[in-house]
């Protein structure tokens, strides 16, 4: 997959191209967007540690906990978003998912939530110079008690932290769903198997969508 910087997120099939090659290439997208991950994540590692802390991933290669920002435009080509939808990146790490939508669907609204404030310090550092806008993104522990995810139409979801939190963020979006229809694209083994667990509002009503790395939900 070859990296053009007029096109950063390219819109191919998804049977076009290797997750190897969607990583490699995201890593060109990192470099030229100007990010300096692996120093964060150097920052990151260095802080003290308590044995009650989440996962946050930190072991894992800059790539493996990312979504390919090509396989970002192949889910935003299947949701379609419509202008002033909003979209909420739960553990959006980087928050790559702001500058697909930024330049392919401008006039969505994009929130983003990431346990590692530098993570997000960068994410926003990154965004404003390449945009000039500020970043929606915070740092949050998406498992605490007192935190609810805001009302949106799109809820993205990586494998963070653990069941228990992958958990409580479900039945979030499950209260939030008694308001409005909601869809959740979840990414990884974790969020998967635990919506067709114990969440039959995601799976009963409408069929989900199946992909390699990622399927489509809607209540």
């Keep these: 997959m070859i990296f053009d910087p007029q096109n950063p997120f390219p819109l191919l099939p998804l049977t076009d191209y290797t997750y190897h090659e969607a990583q490699a290439h995201a890593a060109l997208v990192d470099d030229w967007l100007g990010f300096q991950c692996l120093d964060v994540e150097t920052q990151i590692r260095a802080l003290p540690k308590n044995a009650g802390d ?106 963070f932290g653990n069941q228990r939190a992958v958990e409580k963020t479900l039945n979030d979006l499950k209260d939030l769903a008694r308001r409005q229809p909601l869809t959740v694209v979840a990414r990884g083994k974790l969020s998967r198997f635990c919506i067709h667990k114990d969440h039959p509002w995601l799976t009963a009503i409408q069929d989900p969508q199946h992909f390699a790395h990622f399927s489509i939900y809607r209540s």
């Design 54 to 159: 989440h996962q946050n991933w930190e072991h894992l290669s800059l790539q493996a906990f990312q979504t390919p920002y090509c396989e970002i435009h192949n889910i935003l080509d299947l949701l379609q978003p419509r202008p002033g939808q909003h979209i909420v990146d739960l553990g959006c790490a980087y928050a790559r998912m702001a500058f697909v939508l930024h330049r392919h669907y401008p006039d969505c609204r994009f929130t983003g939530f990431e346990l590692e404030a530098l993570r997000v310090q960068e994410a926003q550092r990154v965004f404003f110079h390449h945009t000039g806008k500020n970043l929606n993104a915070f740092s949050q522990d998406l498992s605490a008690a007192d935190f609810v995810p805001p009302a949106a139409d799109v809820y993205f979801i990586f494998d």
